[in-house]
């Protein structure tokens, strides 16, 4: 099994929503590193879902890789901000994962906590100016990570 950061904007689709849906299509991502990490998940793999562009933005529950090699259908939807004109159906560009809620942390760990604990060639979200909305994350980090969501 492996790990992975998964950022999302609470505005846009939050923990909450996750654990009222269950599960959900992983959409809309149009970066090819991020792209190319959502391809290479199995099913079973875990990701902490991160909210962004919040304050504070941190981490706030686990997430499991229910479904893999998911065509990501906002890319033919032209009315979609993820419209992309340049790819068909016969042919997608855009592949994502489906995933599950696992749980919801009682506290969250915030940006700044994250960046006390790890160095920014452990977790990456903690690098400057790191954009990047999904990003695989080392075995012992992980486990560090969840021993604080739970003892926090």
Aim: charged content about 25%; overall charge negative.
């Amino acid at each position: 099994m492996a790990y992975w950061l998964m950022k999302s904007e609470p505005d846009v689709y939050s923990i909450e929503d996750l654990r009222r849906d269950r599960t959900e299509i992983w959409d809309g991502v149009r970066n090819y590193q991020a792209r190319n990490f959502l391809t290479s998940m199995v099913v079973g793999d875990q990701a902490f879902f991160y909210h962004s562009n919040t304050k504070p933005p941190g981490i706030v529950g686990l997430m499991e890789i229910v479904e893999t090699q998911v065509v990501d259908p906002t890319q033919f939807d032209s009315a979609n901000k993820y419209y992309d004109p340049k790819s068909s159906k016969d042919d997608p560009r855009w592949h994502t994962v489906m995933v599950g809620h696992l749980e919801t942390f009682k506290a969250s760990l915030s940006l700044d906590q994250l960046r006390q604990a790890f160095s920014p060639d452990d977790l990456w979200v903690v690098r400057r100016g790191n954009r990047l909305s999904v990003m695989p994350i080392g075995d012992e980090v992980a486990q560090t990570l969840l021993q604080m969501a739970r003892t926090h």
